[in-house]
T-cell receptor
């Protein structure tokens, strides 16, 4: 069964305190793995797509990495404006979910000044 | 630069009433999706469409119907609203499977907050 699990559910960081969010996945072949940011009352906003193990993408203080079983979103020296819920999704390449994105339940990040 | 637009943004319904949520995208995307988002349960797929005139059931389709008469529009209908359908609804769109070498992320609308009393 295609499945995505994100951890931790919630994370509180001091401004400047680096950390990582985890996305573990089980899929029948991986077409792509996506990271989104969602602010309260808004729709998810695309951050990164990763296609193969070993791939890395960076954007400002965020860096996403991918292995065959999981992805990490590393946040370096976070600022309060990085506070949001971060969602991970996978697109299976085989099976009955090839037309869909499978989402995790997200990690709610709070960064305090 | 509209992207994905959802109408309305907020709605309160009484149990048993019907309504239609409209999603419009201006990116010429083939695929469109309707999700609901509830606390602690993440995004759950209700229905989706892989092209004009096609629809398919997602994870939680009961109580909802959809139509994709035009490529740019995807409508979600509630025939007889129930309190269990109180949620935030998101529409999204993406490129087709044949274009997977391009950016393939899904773009989301801003959501519709629906309360059924």
């Amino acid at each position: 069964e295609d499945q995505v699990t994100q951890s931790p559910e919630a994370l509180r960081l001091q401004e400047g305190e680096s950390s990582s969010l985890n996305c573990s996945y089980t899929v029948s072949g991986l077409r792509g793995l996506f990271w989104y940011r969602q602010d309260p009352g808004k729709g998810p906003e695309f951050l990164f797509t990763l296609y193969s193990a070993g791939e890395e993408k960076e954007k400002e203080r965020l860096k996403a990495t991918l292995t065959k079983k999981e992805s990490f979103l590393h946040i370096t020296a976070p600022k309060p404006e990085d506070s949001a819920t971060y969602l991970c999704a996978v697109h299976p390449s085989r099976g009955h979910n090839t037309d869909k994105l499978i989402f995790g339940t997200g990690t709610r990040l709070q960064v305090f000044p | 630069n509209a992207g994905v637009t959802q109408t309305p943004k907020f709605r309160v319904l009484k149990t048993g009433q019907s309504m239609t949520l409209l999603c419009a995208q201006d990116m010429n995307h083939e695929y469109m999706y309707w999700y609901r988002q509830d606390p602690g349960m993440g995004l759950r797929l209700i229905h989706y469409s892989v092209g004009e005139g096609t629809t398919a059931k997602g994870e939680v389709p009961d109580g909802y119907n959809v139509s994709r008469l035009k490529k740019q529009n995807f409508l979600l209908g509630l025939e007889s609203a129930a309190p269990s359908q109180t949620s935030v609804y998101f529409c999204a769109s993406s490129y087709s499977r044949q274009e997977w070498n391009m950016n393939t992320e899904a773009f989301f609308g801003q959501g519709t907050r629906l309360t059924v009393v």
